[in-house]
């Protein structure tokens, strides 16, 4: 448990974030060899000639690339949310979703595609109605007194989220069956095929928002850990920094939603991961968490364009691979939380 | 010695319930304060206002002569540490790591702890004699050995006041011990320790006071030998009990037969 060991898993979990990008550009319906890819690099960068056609460079920088990097993007925010959410409901069971912020996203966006409003109104609606779920679920939460704080939170995202996930199902049984109905699954079930540079550049500054204070917060988050007077005791202002913390999270969240749909698992599953391979100090935890959550739905995303002739939808995959290694984990890890 | 904490006519509790009045309580550097009362007899509620967790509902409650309401939470922590009572870790930090937590009100809101931190946190170890836990996780210590990491903790603040909730509670008997050594030896080097038991023999071991709480808010106040009395803990505890001197010392016996 020295830094060496440490510092070992962050090299490779960036050596395979690397490699990783660099297969996900190569691989697909058009493939293209690394020679390709070094080649159409090193035009871009240092304006060397190349032979390629220009289809190559399309596929690259108009369709994987946005791709690749909403893939980095939305798994590095999920994991990093959830790492947070776990710390601070000292629970390595939570997700970030927890809170309601993904049921919140999923009415916004369902909404959006009920009416038929185009795809940057869906994806507004999908970052307010996160935002908007959590902000009545920490309402009520903090408005229940005499509850342990966090209990209360946990049951009000229990119940605003089953409560959007009954409204949800009354807007899939209302919906038009041939053309709202497929886009509203599709949704549901996140992808990240459609996604433009639009989507990006509009995610990007709200997921940065909440990352600046998750970071800035990075060693306070121990803190959070303990149980409410013990903190208090330590000087903390534990009501502040938790909402701060819930706020930043959403915050990734709900960003991360709006451009990819609800995408499971990997929030809860990263963040687990990570905490096995470098203990639970959230400064060392949150960058780790990310890379690992980057390149997990990294690998995901290219493996549901490219294993069967039509797109699978990654929160299948994720579910089909996070059932099994959190199983696993349950069975047999019990260090990292017991 | 100094007056580290002071009550003068506390009332505490909350406000349709009030747990205790009129409390007068000063605590000197050097001295152990022994707090003892039956279950549900307010000693938490007690300890939590005494902490600055709870509002006070009246009187007066100063901490080296200055009212607590008026100090910074993080100027309450340099000087007044708490020990909970089973500290329920939920994440497999290591003792180093726990122990630099008490560090907080010391490094700055978005900093982490620097090399004067990490110093302090060693000096804290080093003074409990758990060197050889430091690397170890807290989840997987023994409880004797997680009270001695939390007790680490509190030296670790910088503060010379410590408040002890039932810190012997489910230890072994030699753990017992071993925290009760703690305490006297922390005594003498002038810290001002405060904390709960349920077991009336710990005063005579290792208090220089105590506080006898009983259920409805009698209270008795005093040295051990005034306050631990057959007659005292019959009242509070309703059951027989003889003490007993021995060695200097008194021992409290219970009266099993009717």
């Not at chain 1, 869906?122 to 408005?143: P, R, Y």
């Not at chain 1, 709006?258 to 960058?287: D, K, N, Q, T």
Request: glycine share 10%.
């Amino acid at each position: 448990m020295t830094l060496r060991p440490r510092a070992v898993v962050y090299a490779f979990a960036a050596l395979g974030l690397v490699l990783l990008t660099v297969l996900a550009f190569a691989t697909g319906r058009f493939p293209l060899s690394f020679a390709e890819l070094g080649a159409l690099a090193a035009n871009k960068l240092f304006g060397a000639g190349y032979a390629l056609p220009p289809s190559a460079e399309t596929v690259v920088l108009q369709v994987r690339g946005p791709r690749i990097i909403a893939a980095l993007l939305v798994g590095a925010a999920l994991a990093a949310a959830g790492t947070a959410y776990q710390g601070m409901f000292r629970n390595p069971l939570v997700s970030p979703d927890i809170l309601g912020v993904s049921a919140g996203a999923a009415l916004g966006a369902v909404l959006g595609i009920f009416f038929s409003q185009s795809v940057l109104v869906i994806q507004l609606g999908a970052f307010a109605g996160g935002l908007a779920a959590v902000a009545v679920v920490t309402a009520v939460g903090a408005s229940v007194r005499r509850h342990d704080p966090i209990l209360a939170l946990i049951l009000a995202g229990i119940v605003i989220g089953t409560l959007f996930g009954s409204a949800i199902g009354l807007l899939k049984y209302l919906a038009d069956p041939y053309n709202q109905l497929p886009a509203i699954t599709f949704w549901l079930l996140g992808s990240l095929a459609a996604v433009a540079p639009r989507d990006l550049a509009f995610a990007l500054p709200f997921a940065l928002a909440g990352l600046v204070p998750l970071f800035l917060l990075r060693w306070r988050m121990n803190l959070l850990s303990l149980s409410d007077d013990e903190a208090r005791a330590l000087g903390v202002p534990v009501t502040r920094l938790r909402i701060a913390v819930v706020c930043a999270a959403t915050l990734m969240t709900a960003a991360a939603v709006a451009i990819s749909g609800i995408i499971g698992w990997v929030g809860l599953l990263i963040p687990h991961a990570a905490r096995l391979l470098v203990g639970p100090e959230f400064s060392r935890l949150l960058p780790l968490s990310m890379l690992l959550g980057a390149a997990f739905l990294l690998a995901v995303d290219t493996l549901s364009r490219t294993i069967a002739p039509i797109e699978v939808p990654p929160g299948v995959l994720t579910a089909l691979i996070g059932t099994p290694f959190f199983l696993w984990l349950f069975a047999t890890a019990r260090r990292s939380w017991q | 010695m100094a007056v580290m904490l002071e009550a003068r006519g506390l009332g505490y509790g909350y406000p349709q319930r009030a747990v205790g009045r009129n409390l007068d309580l000063q605590v000197r550097a050097g001295e152990v304060l022994a707090v003892l009362g039956p279950n549900g007899g307010g000693k938490t509620t007690l300890f939590r206002t005494l902490l600055g967790l709870l509002p006070a509902q009246a009187g007066a409650l100063l901490l080296d002569g200055q009212a607590l309401d008026t100090i910074a939470r993080g100027e309450v922590a340099r000087r007044l540490g708490y020990v909970p009572q089973g500290h329920a870790a939920q994440f497999a930090f290591t003792v180093r790591e726990a122990v630099l937590m008490g560090r907080t009100s010391h490094v700055g809101l978005f900093a982490a702890p620097g090399a004067a931190d990490r110093d302090a946190a060693e000096r804290a170890i080093r003074a409990l004699g758990i060197g050889e836990l430091a690397e170890r996780v807290v989840t997987e210590l023994s409880g004797g050995e997680r009270q001695l990491a939390m007790i680490a903790r509190a030296l670790a603040q910088g503060a010379r006041l410590l408040i002890l909730d039932e810190p012997t509670a489910s230890l072994d008997f030699g753990n017992q011990v071993r925290v009760l050594r703690e305490l006297r030896r922390l005594a003498a080097e002038g810290y001002a320790i405060v904390f709960a038991t349920h077991d009336p023999g710990q005063a005579f071991l290792a208090a220089s006071r105590v506080l006898l709480i009983a259920r409805g808010g009698a209270r008795r106040q005093g040295t051990p030998e005034e306050v631990i009395t057959a007659e005292n803990l019959r009242q509070v505890y309703g059951v027989e009990v003889r003490v007993v001197p021995i060695d200097g010392t008194n021992v409290c016996l219970p009266v099993l037969t009717a």
